[in-house]
């Protein structure tokens, strides 16, 4: 199991764009279209799948909001702010 993260190693480890909501990384990512937000959900979800890391993705007009915690640690490690990084150079 992956070692809990203390506040200031999330803040000091999670991308630039990222917020902490509770034991939850949080990011809104926008879209020209609805089709596009629907493919950087697939394509993230391949990622979550390769990382066997599994976020909430909810897929929205021209938005995908992502949610990354590791539940079997009960917070925030560093395969979630590892996964927030790929998750930033997919949408780019």
Not at 3 to 19: C, F, R, V
Not at 25 to 50: H, I
Not at 70 to 78: N, S
């Amino acid at each position: 199991m992956a070692d809990l993260l203390s506040e200031a190693e999330i803040e000091a480890q999670k991308p630039a764009d990222w917020t902490v909501e509770g034991d939850e990384l949080v990011r809104t990512y926008e879209f020209d279209s609805y089709l596009e937000g629907v493919g950087f959900a697939a394509g993230a979800g391949g990622l979550a799948e390769e990382a066997f890391h599994h976020p909430e993705l909810t897929i929205g007009w021209r938005e995908v909001e992502v949610r990354l915690t590791t539940h079997d640690a009960g917070g925030i490690t560093e395969n979630d702010t590892d996964l927030a990084a790929r998750f930033d150079e997919l949408a780019d």
